[in-house]
């Protein structure tokens, strides 16, 4: 009965020593992604990635500025606050960050920022309007020159407009 015990235990000492991973199999798992990651994509799906990242881009008065069409509502401010064209400075997914973002640039620059609520691409999310205007061209111009406006650290990249629909 002991010596099965033994032959129990030593075969499953031996399955379970079998079973752990070593360094060979994962420099094998990372030599294989790595192949994965630098893949070359053609030139035709080079362009369609092109053509995605300039669907939102329009020429107003000479200038490419970035205008997203979407269905909002408006989660902190007056709404005649925000008007037609909304320059966006932060997009946030918790409404706690868009409104500690909003508080600090009403303290620190002085602006009467409004917090809209829609969805870009099924992405929904709060967006920081630093200023609205009714005309785009005026929008425009404001974007241009934004950075003479808003001396706080911007959180977008590239800030953008927003058109209310």
């Known amino acids: 009965m002991k010596q ?9 000492m031996v399955a379970l020593a079998a079973c752990h ?9 990372y030599d294989k992604a790595r192949e994965k990651k630098t893949e070359v994509i053609d030139d035709e799906f080079a362009a369609l990635i092109k053509a995605e990242k300039r669907r939102d881009l329009t020429v107003v ?35 706690f960050n868009a409104r500690t973002y909003r508080d600090r640039l009403h303290n620190e620059e002085g602006f009467p920022s409004v ?8 992405d929904k999310k709060y967006y920081v309007v630093v200023k609205s205007f ?5 929008a425009a111009a404001f974007l ?14 590239e800030p953008w407009i927003l058109e209310r629909l």
Do not use: C, W
């Open 144 to 157: 241009k020159t934004i950075h003479e406006h808003v001396k706080m650290k911007i959180l977008e990249p």
């Open 21 to 29: 991973s070593n360094e060979a199999n994962y420099k094998a798992a």
């Open 4 to 12: 099965i015990q033994y032959l129990l235990l030593l075969a499953m």
């Open 134 to 138: 009714q005309e785009l061209d005026v």
């Open 61 to 95: 008065n000479g200038d490419t500025v970035r205008l997203v069409s979407v269905y909002t509502n408006v989660t902190d401010g007056k709404p005649s606050d925000a008007l037609r064209y909304n320059v966006v400075v932060g997009e946030f997914k918790q409404l």
């Open 115 to 122: 917090i809209l609520y829609g969805a870009v691409d099924r």
